[in-house]
Nanobody, 116 residues
């Protein structure tokens, strides 16, 4: 299973950006997908998650400024980000947890840089 991310880049403060992640390979029908990020000098942290039952989870720091959505087949997840601020500058990682097998998968990461 591979996760292929796209959509990162440089954006001005207050701008918008959409990240996408496509899944290649075989996964069970039971999985959570989402986005994490790692800002310079910090640990990787959750940004948003779509659980297999459709439940959405958002980190407090981004709530109201991001929207996550998921496609069924082939699996994909998208993260729309609005009103970006400099603190959103980070490497963003796509994440998939296959609930049936317990396996975790990560994308290679895509850089998002917000200029003030």
């Amino acid at each position: 299973v591979q996760l292929v991310e796209s959509g990162g880049g440089l954006v001005q403060s207050g701008g918008s950006l959409t990240l996408s992640c496509q899944v290649s390979g075989s996964v069970s029908g039971l999985f959570h997908m989402g986005w994490f990020r790692q800002r310079p000098g910090t640990k990787r942290e959750l940004v948003a998650m779509v659980r297999m039952d459709g439940t959405l989870n958002y980190a407090g720091a981004v709530k109201g400024r991001v929207a996550i959505s998921r496609e069924a087949g082939p699996p994909a997840v998208h993260l729309q980000m609005f009103d970006l601020i400099s603190e959103d500058t980070a490497v963003y990682y796509c994440h998939l947890e296959d609930v049936a097998s317990g396996e975790l998968f990560w994308g290679p990461g895509t850089q998002v840089t917000v200029s003030s």
